[in-house]
Every structure is written in structure tokens, then in C-alpha cells.
């Protein structure tokens, strides 16, 4: 489905970034329920800044971001005192700047020149990248990557997945004639590295929401943010690798 909405691009694709945006905006707002965010303010900045990407610019989108801030201190300052202000603030704000940013580069990316193809060289490395890690891991890993955050992850596992992130982006970058193999080295490197990164990233926030799965949208295989949590890393990363390929 995601492949068809990168195709379509245009307004499709940026409702397409609000839903599935919002979609892992709700998972992490529950997971944090206990330090009580501001949804409406988060859920609104993430519209506000894909929107502004799809008929803006970088600048309007920052700026969105930027009064995401204010905004957020008065929803919570202006509600009943539940949880310590700051922490509200702190939790509305990760949302904003981890989910709504990153939905709102997937627009950006799509507008660019080839954007579109580009960002599914992203999104295939990055799946493949993960899938790669993980039977890598089962088949060879010894040495835990980082147990305090995710126990299952290993060494051996991380070095399969960057290994094939690569490799799938420079295959992929063969059979496009305007992506020079200089480039999708770069592309593949970025989603070799950000991508694992995205991943542990969101296992500390799971762990310090005290949550086994961000949510349940795919049933045992978990939520929106399980899957998407190392895109939401590599497809901000393969914007402005591409970007600065075109300049």
C-alpha cells in the first residue's frame, strides 16, 4: 500500500503521511499516558507540518515545529495538574519532533526530483536491513549489541543488516541511470547507520514506558511504531543525502 502512495504522490501521499504519522503519534502518546502529553497538540503539528511541507517549504515546516513549543506549554499549563509540567511538555514535544518531523521529510522527499524513487530504494534497504539483522542475529550473533535497551539485538546481527542496507541500495541504484553509484553508497550507508539507530531508539522509549509492543495495529508482530521505527530514522536521512546529491 505504501509503494502505491509514494506513486500517486501529490495531496493522496500527504494524507497518507497524516494517517499513518498519526497513527504512531497515538501508540507513543499511550505509551507515555502516565506522564500525560497534550495529543491534540502533537496530532495537530503533525497535519500542520506535512501539510506545510507539501505546499511550503523546509523554512515553514521548521517554523510549525518551532511553535509546537509555546503551544505545547499552554495546553498543559492551562489543564488541571496531573503530572509534573515539564515532563507533559518534554513528552507532547518527543512526538512532535521524532514522528511529525520525520512524516513531514517522507513529503519533502517525495516532492524532490526522483523523490519518490528514491525513497523506496529507503524504505526496501531499510526492511531488508532489519530482516537481514534479525535472521543474521539468530544464525550467527554472540556478542549483545546493547542489553539494557534490547536483549535480543547482537553485534553479528547489526553487521548483517548494514551489510545488506548497502548492497540493496547500490543493487537498487543499477538499475536507475540518474542515481550514480557514488550516491547510493552514500544512501545505503545512511540507512545502514540510521536505521539501527532508529531502531534502539525506540526500544528506550518502550522500556521506559514499560511497554513490551508500541501497540497492536499488526497483531503479534506489534504496532505502527515497531515497524516503522527505523524508517522514521533513514527516511529523514535519505532526504537530505538526496538533497545534497542534487545540489
Known amino acids: 500500500m505504501a509503494i502505491v502512495f509514494v506513486d500517486l504522490g501529490g495531496l493522496a501521499f500527504a494524507l497518507f503521511m497524516i494517517a499513518v504519522g498519526a497513527v504512531c503519534l497515538y501508540e507513543l502518546y499511550e505509551m507515555m499516558g502516565r506522564w500525560r502529553p497534550a495529543p491534540a497538540v502533537g496530532f495537530a503539528a503533525l497535519a500542520a507540518m506535512v ?72 524504505l526496501v534497504g531499510t526492511f531488508l536491513a532489519d530482516t537481514a539483522a534479525y535472521f543474521g542475529g539468530r544464525l550467527f550473533g554472540r556478542r549483545a549489541l546493547a542489553p539494557e535497551i534490547s536483549p535480543h539485538k547482537t553485534v553479528e546481527g547489526l553487521f548483517c543488516g548494514m551489510l545488506i542496507a548497502i548492497l540493496a541500495v547500490f543493487v537498487a541504484g543499477l538499475y536507475q541511470d540518474w542515481l550514480t553509484q557514488g550516491d547510493a553508497l552514500l544512501l545505503g550507508l545512511a540507512v545502514a547507520v540510521l536505521g539501527p539507530l532508529g531502531d534502539l531508539f525506540e526500544s528506550v522509549v518502550k522500556r521506559d514506558a514499560g511497554a513490551k509492543d508500541s501497540g497492536g495495529v499488526f497483531g503479534a508482530h506489534g504496532g505502527a511504531l515497531d515497524r ?10 535519505g532526504y537530505y543525502v538526496w538533497l545534497g546529491a542534487l545540489h
Not at 515553514?60 to 492551562?78: H, K, Q, R
Not at 516503522?228 to 527516511?235: C, E, G, N, R, W
Open 51 to 122: 501539510i506545510a511541507a507539501r505546499y511550503g517549504t523546509e523554512r515553514d515546516v521548521l517554523e510549525i515545529g518551532m511553535a509546537a513549543l509555546p503551544v505545547s506549554f499552554v495546553a498543559v499549563v492551562a489543564r488541571p495538574k496531573h503530572a509534573a509540567a515539564t515532563v507533559s511538555i518534554a513528552g507532547t514535544l518527543l512526538g512532535v519532533y521524532w514522528i511529525g518531523f520525520a512524516f513531514a521529510h517522507a513529503e519533502l522527499l517525495r516532492q524532490l526530483p526522483h523523490g519518490g524513487a528514491v525513497m523506496i530504494d529507503v
Open 228 to 237: 516503522l521505527d527505523a524508517v522514521i530514522f533513514t527516511i529523514v536521512a
